[in-house]
């Protein structure tokens, strides 16, 4: 069975990174449709203020051709042909504004260029990685079936035992939810319950505004653990997560390493219901319930289940509370 376990960890890690993949890339797609408009605005921008300072160049020809035809044979760029029409003194306001324009529609459109093009590669090696890491997923997941197969009676058995000790812990848990439901309405306050864990640097964060989610989590509690599953039929482990904050209004990526950067941090001790909790390098997100315990959809194989937070301490990462 620990084999099983570790294999567990490491092919949950490998969805968890996958799905970070298609975050990014789905942020780069957007971000590269954005470039390719402002590319497209800015060359337009350059090829209207080019028209024009042509049509000013013959207007002055026509009026001054000896030296305006001396200045345009004896300039070495755009930018040197409008130095010399202004020492002339023959440029006007009109014509300096022109040509800053095609100097800032210049550089936009350099710089769009670059950023396009590093856009682009970036966007063709998240794809190679994400490829990767589906073949990753797809050996590890061929292999844990293996194992589990080797020792399915046993398995069966370990189940049985989990779920019944799950429907205790489960009760429990929706009984303390309650009471502290209560106790909210009654001081028209809501209270949270620290984690009975090992301390860190307190960080105080702003009390939560969604500890209500974790009923909501708790109705997942026995649906199987489903590799990119975020809907009642199975879930992973940021898919409940995203699954639950939805029911109340709230978008999440499914990531656990994308749902890091929403929320602020908050301490170990300082944890409500309704905070996430992070684990295995981010490769691991669960849902903090109060007395302790988070509600999280583990691995291949398990099904959403409350676990101890103690008990994860050794590869506990931290804590975020949505706002």
């Known amino acids: 069975m620990g084999q099983v376990q570790q294999l567990g960890s490491s092919l949950e890690t490998a969805i968890a ?100 093009a590093h856009m682009r590669s970036l966007q063709q090696q998240i794809v190679a990685e994400r490829a990767a890491k589906k073949q990753e997923i797809e050996s590890k997941i061929a292999e844990q079936k ?77 649906t199987p653990y489903v590799w990119g599953g975020a809907a009642p039929g199975g879930f992973d482990c940021s898919g409940l997560v995203m699954w639950a904050y939805a029911q109340v209004g709230v978008a999440l990526p499914h990531s656990s390493y994308a749902q890091w950067g929403y929320g602020v941090p908050v301490s170990v001790d300082q944890l409500e219901p309704g905070d996430l909790v992070f684990f295995n390098g981010l490769g691991h997100v669960g849902m903090y319930i109060g007395g302790g315990q988070f509600i999280e959809a583990p691995h291949t194989g398990a099904f959403v289940q409350i676990s101890n937070l103690a008990d994860r301490m050794g590869d506990y990462v931290g804590a975020r509370r949505i706002l």
């Open 17 to 116: 990174q996958y799905q970070y993949a298609n975050v990014r890339l789905q942020r780069i797609q957007r971000e590269l449709r954005t470039n390719r408009h402002e590319l497209r605005i800015a060359k337009t921008n350059l090829k209207t203020s080019q028209r024009i300072i042509a049509k000013r160049l013959v207007t002055l020809y026509r009026s001054e051709p000896t030296s305006t035809l001396e200045v345009i044979l004896g300039a070495k760029s755009l930018d040197d042909m409008m130095n010399r029409l202004d020492t002339a003194k023959s440029v006007t306001n009109l014509d300096s504004r022109v040509l800053q324009n095609v100097e800032s529609s210049r550089k936009t459109v350099e710089s769009s260029g670059r950023q396009l």
């Open 146 to 222: 293996r194992l589990l197969d080797s020792i399915r009676g046993q398995i069966a058995s370990l189940e049985a035992a989990q779920r019944a000790r799950q429907l205790q812990i489960a009760r429990a848990a929706q009984a303390r939810l309650q009471a502290q439901r209560a106790q909210a309405q009654d001081t028209n306050t809501i209270v949270g319950v620290s984690a009975t864990t090992p301390g860190s640097s307190t960080v105080v964060a702003p009390p939560s505004k969604y500890t209500g989610v974790v009923g909501i989590a708790m109705q997942a509690l026995g």
